[in-house]
């Protein structure tokens, strides 16, 4: 089945103990969008500027995006600068510059209405749910959120979750939103809001999803060197979508092996800065490295 | 098998968000035995004064554990005192009188000496590598450390780790004794002091075990009320090292086995004060334990 992300088209610049780069293509939706790209149709909305380099807008259709949704407009493409210490598991933000991005209201395309599988990455939660809204029978939606949505429009943002399926959020940002400290309370707040399936991403130490009762662990991908944690989260959402929607079955089952596939792409992105290492992939890649978290995790039945 | 343990006895002092008790039983031997009482025959090596309460004593041997090790000296037991923070995985101390502990110098009784599976607890590298050259043919020698003898007596516990099979410490104690904040790297290089399993303690992250190019992840078990960590980390290796002397078989398989009893061990000592709740478990609790972390890790190969 095909899905359709609504997020941010950034131009980033990043300082990490392992180098920096200046102004690379960034995003929740372009880390989204090309993690999804290897499991099914994706469909983007965002928003540019014009001087939003052809070359980032190429990266996108090679890997068969389709950008219909994509509004070039006057002005300057969004800007984030962040910065990493020896703990990659925060980012400093040093800069934010909306620009285009500020006045961002998306229209759906005509055909992007009939999607099913939907992905609301972080944005204001007002922009989430218009765009939910023109989508005519959504089957699973997911979402992101942060700090800043959670402390600014809290009302808003759970008026959303009433339309959510899922909801992938960091650890801190989960105890934020509930005013739980322990998890499993916070996802028993969560699962009040009407959300079935709370997903916390902890960084280098996985993901849990909690849902209807069973909780499942992933563990982070143990690597030699993290160049760039930047979009990692989006990375993840992005497997984890894709897969979904290619099955199109939702049970515990193929949610967990989601969530797996979610955490092996998130593992390639960390290994370069930008979508280097993320637009180079290929399929057996990404299988080899589920098997390896499958070796990672497994131990065997008591007899 | 049989297992042997050296390590301390202690009155300790906690205080946590949720309650706080003074003098209760504590000290790594304890917990690790009670923990390993479980799984194994039990062999105990720890000093105590002659304050140390009866009903202590009974508990350990109530649970099957040998105490002829056990000195009863002049004096008053060590003592500990801490607090947690909302964060429970940081103990912060803020009193310990060594008491009887700082002449400790602990000679096996002869029938300790043909033991086989040995566990060194964290106590002074200089006093566990005296025990262990006590046993005569040790098949599986495991030992904990801390920050405090990594950085007080580095050399010494380099020459303990040259006759050490694994070595169980907490992710800070990783970085610091390796220099290497990255795990993998740490891996490699306690490897290369002679070290065949690394078992890296991660408190509610779960556990890592680095061995022979081989990495297995086990998760903290969720928990929704934490009531005291004290002791966590003694009694995974408890039940890690119980089993393994159980089985009696040191392979890859039975090493994760034995890492998911640890961890199912750890997840019930938390739940309470002290020995409170490790004290009174059965071993079909414990398996069940083992099953739900199977459920909590476990995904589906793809087809």
Redesign the interface.
């Known amino acids: 089945m095909s899905l359709l992300v609504v997020g941010s088209i950034a131009l980033d610049s990043v300082k990490t103990p392992f180098g920096q780069v200046e102004e690379v293509l960034g995003g929740s939706a372009t880390y989204f969008s090309v993690s999804a790209s290897y499991f099914t149709d994706v469909h983007l909305v965002a928003v540019v500027g014009n001087d939003f380099p052809r070359e980032h807008q190429e990266l996108l259709t090679e890997r068969g995006i389709d950008i219909t949704g994509l509004d070039r407009v006057e002005g300057e493409t969004f800007r984030w600068v962040g910065e990493y210490g020896?703990d990659l598991n925060e980012a400093h933000t040093l800069d934010t510059r909306l620009n285009v991005f500020e006045s961002f209201n998306p229209q759906l395309p005509e055909k992007y209405k009939d999607i099913e599988y939907v992905f609301l990455a972080n944005i204001d939660p007002e922009i989430q749910l218009k765009v939910l809204k023109q989508v005519k029978n959504p089957k699973l939606v997911a979402c992101d959120t942060m700090n800043y949505w959670i402390e600014g429009k809290p009302e808003a943002l759970k008026e959303l979750l009433r339309h959510v399926d899922i909801l992938t959020i960091n650890e801190a940002e989960a105890r934020e939103l509930t005013g739980e400290?322990?998890?499993?309370?916070a996802a028993e707040v969560v699962k009040g809001y009407g959300v079935k399936h709370l997903i916390v991403k902890?960084g280098e130490?996985?993901a849990?999803m909690f849902s209807n009762g069973?909780?499942?662990?992933?563990?982070a991908y143990?690597?030699?060197?993290?160049f760039d944690p930047t979009g990692a989260g989006d990375t993840f959402a992005g497997g984890f979508m894709g897969y979904l929607a290619n099955t199109d079955n939702i049970v515990d089952?193929s949610l967990?092996?989601a969530?797996?596939f979610g955490s092996a792409m998130a593992s390639f992105n960390v290994e370069a800065f930008s979508l280097e290492r993320l637009k180079n992939l290929n399929y057996d890649e990404i299988?080899e490295r589920?098997?390896e978290?499958?070796?990672?995790?497994?131990?065997?039945?008591?007899k």
């Open positions: 020896y400290p322990n998890l499993l309370k902890r130490y996985g849990l069973s909780i499942f662990n992933a563990p143990p690597l030699e060197s993290i089952s967990r092996q969530i797996i299988k589920f098997n978290f499958k070796k990672l995790t497994h131990f065997d039945d008591l």
